[in-house]
């Protein structure tokens, strides 16, 4: 589990989330999906609709019952219109390594401050998980929004990167003459 703590970042997905929350709660139309006239299940909201990248949602109370979800959470986390109204302590969940999400939330509701949290599901898929006060229109706070945003491919290459970076140092250092390396002002590195 990788908690990070680009502020600038994460207030920026935190202020898009609340956004998300606030139309999906006063019931203004963020976008057209099949399950807005499902109740409990509000449309997916899509973040660069042309690459099919979506962010998921939940909404739980003081209680930590949920309130209401996004379609495309439910790719991340076993949910069903069944759950809506159930405690968040009784999902299954399908991170690996990360068994907090209710006591973060609660902490969360607590503190009134913003967690985000890497996490990865056992289909090997990476999420940054925003958990953030969920503010209504009047200023009250009414319970927390999980966000979920997919950073595989993030992850992947900075896996790949690290990979390069090993074999280039092993090639460096197992070379049987000096090598070095100048930048384009002739410094050597």
């Given at each position: 589990m990788i908690i990070r703590r680009d502020k600038a970042k994460a207030t920026a997905a935190a202020f898009e989330a609340r956004n998300i929350g606030t139309q999906a709660?006063?019931?203004k139309p963020i976008a057209q999906d099949t399950a807005k006239n499902i109740p409990g299940c509000f449309p997916s909201v899509g973040i660069g609709a042309s690459t099919g990248?979506?962010?998921?949602?939940?909404?739980?109370?003081?209680?930590?019952r949920i309130l209401k979800f996004t379609p495309s959470v439910t790719r991340i986390?076993?949910?069903?219109?069944?759950?809506?109204?159930?405690?968040?302590?009784?999902?299954?969940?399908?991170?690996?390594d990360y068994d907090r999400?209710?006591?973060?939330?609660?902490?969360?509701?607590?503190?009134?401050?913003?967690?985000?949290?890497d996490v990865q599901t056992t289909e090997?898929?990476?999420?940054?998980m925003y958990i953030i006060p969920y503010q209504t229109l009047d200023n009250a706070i009414e319970g927390a929004a999980i966000t979920f945003v997919d950073i595989t491919v993030v992850k992947r290459t900075a896996a790949?990167?690290?990979?390069?970076?090993?074999?280039?140092?092993?090639?460096?250092?197992?070379a049987p003459v000096t090598i070095s390396v100048r930048t384009l002002r002739g410094i050597c590195m």
């Open positions: 709660f006063t019931g990248a979506l962010i998921g949602t939940i909404f739980v109370d003081h209680q930590l986390i076993d949910l069903t219109l069944n759950d809506v109204g159930r405690p968040v302590t009784h999902l299954v969940s399908n991170f690996v999400l209710a006591w973060d939330t609660q902490d969360v509701l607590d503190a009134l401050m913003l967690k985000e949290v090997g898929k990476w999420y940054t790949k990167l690290l990979e390069s970076k090993l074999q280039f140092r092993t090639l460096i250092d197992q």
